[in-house]
């Protein structure tokens, strides 16, 4: 195993030495397998291993990013030199900054997220034998005619290090299974999906039963036509309706902000949402995916209310952008290797609702139920919202037929203050948002 908390410090360490009086490293190192069955074949078998490094220095209100895969001492240092050249000739921004030495988490109880699965990693025998039992649970269905399989595993550690004392790491496992399945011919094909994943092989669900949900949506999907154009109620399906609540984050964003390019710039303190709802995060769930000790700035993550009873609390912030709006950070930092934090939530729930997705559909009446969405224009700035969708025509409180091709429009400030949930959303996804009711949208179809 490559030793990252030496790689962090060995960068730091370069850093310094090449005039930097402030920096922050990040090593990320693991292996992934992958298989993917199309069409009774094995179209794709890969592994990859690898380590990556990243380092970011300050100087004077400057700053530069760079990585590499190449993770030897003569590769560090020249890493660190050039850094240090490009923050030289980069621009002030009074903003940027490593945390305080009083700010920094000290001490984080990482068993309690079981973030790693102890088990050993599956051969890629194993992997193509989940992959088939899903593809053949599909294609029992006699409609389907065609299916891709996919099976994945990987393993990856993360740790950071920063020149103000900051040192910390863990690591984080992923199965998951997946398939697609296809029915119908030419231009009257159609297609739909199943997909789990889990941190721990244990928690995963029955492979033959994802392989026939698959199945079964597809079909339930055949002969789609185009829907009746006007003004109804839409349901947004929970496998679609994160979405929404992801444009609200997005608003929310701290960087958003600071840009002014948000329709919830002036919305701070005000409602967002119907009052019965909240959005909170929840960044210390066990054995979920989004779950982390502390932030891409060593800052220590804590649960948050963003929207309470319907009212927007606070912006989604990392140290820099808290600057500029004169807020302490909320510990959301992100972090990639090649470039530098920037604010994003993690584990994110809405306060579900008493009914059942059934029950919407019957209150309702006549409208859309979407379940997948494609391409979008929505405007950063206005709300203005305009997506492709396609899912079923409900008529009088009942499914009666799927439907494609169309696009439903609205605008986001207005179609938030006005969902109603359902009771569906499920509860290992590390966003959990249940499906969406919304009245009175434009339905452009046939």
């Known amino acids: 195993m490559t030793d990252l908390a030496g790689l962090t410090e060995a960068l730091i360490a370069a850093a310094r030495r090449a005039g930097a009086p402030e920096a922050d490293a990040i090593a990320v190192g693991g292996t992934s397998v992958s298989i993917d069955i199309r069409a009774g074949r094995l179209e794709t078998a890969e592994r990859a291993e690898g380590t990556e490094i990243g380092l970011r220095v300050l100087i004077g209100g400057r700053q530069a990013c760079v990585s590499a895969s190449d993770t030897s001492s ?14 030289r000739e980069a621009p002030i921004d009074p903003h940027v900054g490593l945390a305080d030495a009083g700010q920094i988490a000290r001490d984080w109880n990482l068993a309690a997220l079981e973030l790693e699965d102890p088990a050993d990693e599956p051969g890629a025998a194993a992997l193509e034998a989940a992959a088939r039992v899903v593809e053949a649970a599909a294609l029992e269905n006699p ?49 739909d999906w199943a ?49 929404l609540i992801g444009h609200l984050l997005s608003a929310a964003n701290g960087a958003a ?49 963003i929207v309470e009873n319907g009212m927007l609390t606070g912006w989604t912030l990392d140290l820099a952008t808290g600057r500029k709006l004169g807020m302490p950070s909320t510990a ?10 920037s604010p994003a939530t993690s584990n994110i729930d809405l306060t579900p609702g008493a009914l059942t997705r059934d029950d919407l559909i019957a209150q309702m009446g006549t409208g859309l139920l979407v379940t997948s969405m494609i391409g979008s224009t929505i405007s950063a700035t206005t ?64």
């Open 74 to 87: 003569s590769t560090i240092q020249r890493l660190a030199e050039r850094a240090v050249a490009m923050a």
């Open 257 to 305: 902000v600071a840009r002014g390019a948000t329709w919830l710039r002036d919305a701070l303190g005000k409602q967002v949402l119907p009052a019965a709802l909240s959005v909170v995060e929840d960044p210390h769930r066990p054995r979920i995916s989004g779950s982390r000790p502390f932030d891409g700035e060593g800052l220590p993550t804590r649960r948050r209310v």
């Open 332 to 341: 959301n930092a992100s972090r990639g290797v090649s470039s530098p934090p």
């Open 143 to 191: 409609d389907i005619r065609q299916v891709e399989a996919s099976a994945s595993y990987s393993r990856r550690a993360m740790h950071l290090a920063a020149s103000n004392g900051f040192a910390g790491g863990y690591g984080r496992t992923s199965h998951s299974l997946s398939a697609v399945a296809f029915t119908g011919e030419g231009t009257a094909m159609e297609r």
């Open 383 to 446: 709300g203005d919202y305009s997506r492709g969708a396609a899912g079923f025509w409900v008529e009088n409180g009942q499914i009666s037929h799927p439907v494609n091709e169309c696009t439903i429009a609205g605008n986001l400030r207005d179609m938030l203050m006005r969902i109603i949930p359902a009771n569906d959303a499920r509860a290992h996804l590390s966003t959990r948002v249940p499906s969406l009711l919304i009245d009175g949208m434009t339905l452009a179809g046939a």
């Open 195 to 243: 997909a789990e994943g889990r941190i721990f092989a244990a928690d995963m669900p029955d492979a033959a039963a994802i392989g026939r949900l698959a199945g079964e949506r597809a079909v339930q999907r055949a002969g789609a036509t185009k829907p009746k154009t006007g003004v109804f109620p839409v349901l947004f399906d929970e496998r679609v309706a994160s979405s």
